[in-house]
T-cell receptor, first 112, second 114 residues
Framework: GAGVSQSPSNKVTEKGKDVELRCDPI?????LYWYRQSLGQGLEFLIY????????KSGLPSDRFSAERTGGSVSTLTIQRTQQEDSAVYLC??????????FGEGSWLTVV | ELKVEQNPLFLSMQEGKNYTIYCNYS?????LYWYRQDPGKSLESLFV?????AVKQEGRLMASLDTKARLSTLHITAAVHDLSATYFC??????????????FGKGTLLTVNP
């Protein structure tokens, strides 16, 4: 596609429920990133995928968070047993060779 | 731990004026990114600065990088209302020797008044 596509764009969920956020990177981009943006914490790195290499999961805040990337393309970020502090904008980005990194429009998550 | 500091965090300026946003970072890096974010929108890539002394210009914005001083500047010339947004700088190298994890500054909220 023309840009990084994310869905859903908005999600309101009840505390304790699981959510899945999807990212479709720019075609051909080998690197895929997830970031989180919240008022209190700014922009935080979550996870990085590069080709077939093992992902760097060092930014995931707890074991309730997981992500996978299937076929080197689409990625899903899963948050289990959501908490109110998980409310944030989840941004996906992709790049080729690590130069310009393109961000998607984000998934706005609200946990009530 | 890599720290990225932007200043000012809030900038209110009049149309037609010039100003500079500063981005300092704490550890060695050979590249730096500038992004723009409009309210409720995602991050739009403005510049990727890839080497010491790099200077890039797009319209009324010009960015430069001094890797020795660990400093980048974003200069705004003759500001117009359409430049109102939040500007972020970001530096790769968030730890563990990674050169892909971006550490972002807190952002500079720019408001250009008529």
């Amino acid at each position: 596609g023309a840009g990084v596509s994310q869905s859903p764009s908005n999600k309101v969920t009840e505390k304790g429920k699981d959510v899945e956020l999807r990212c479709d990177p720019i075609s051909g981009h080998t690197a895929l990133y997830w970031y989180r943006q919240s008022l209190g914490q700014g922009l935080e790195f979550l996870i990085y995928f590069q080709g077939n290499s093992a992902p760097d999961k060092s930014g995931l805040p707890s074991d309730r968070f997981s992500a996978e990337r299937t076929g080197g393309s689409v990625s899903t970020l899963t948050i289990q047993r959501t908490q109110q502090e998980d409310s944030a904008v989840y941004l996906c980005a992709s790049s080729l060779h690590g130069n310009t990194i393109y961000f998607g429009e984000g998934s706005w998550l609200t946990v009530v | 731990e890599l720290k990225v500091e932007q200043n000012p965090l809030f900038l209110s300026m009049q149309e037609g004026k010039n100003y500079t946003i500063y981005c300092n970072y704490s550890t060695t890096s050979d590249r730096l990114y500038w992004y723009r974010q409009d309210p409720g929108k995602s991050l739009e890539s403005l510049f990727v600065l890839l080497s010491n002394g790099a200077v890039k210009q797009e319209g009324r914005l010009m960015a430069s990088l001094d890797t020795k001083a660990r400093l980048s500047t974003l200069h705004i010339t003759a500001a117009v209302h359409d430049l109102s947004a939040t500007y972020f700088c970001a530096v790769p190298g968030g730890g563990g020797g990674s050169n892909y994890k971006l550490t972002f500054g807190k952002g500079t909220l720019l408001t250009v008044n008529p």
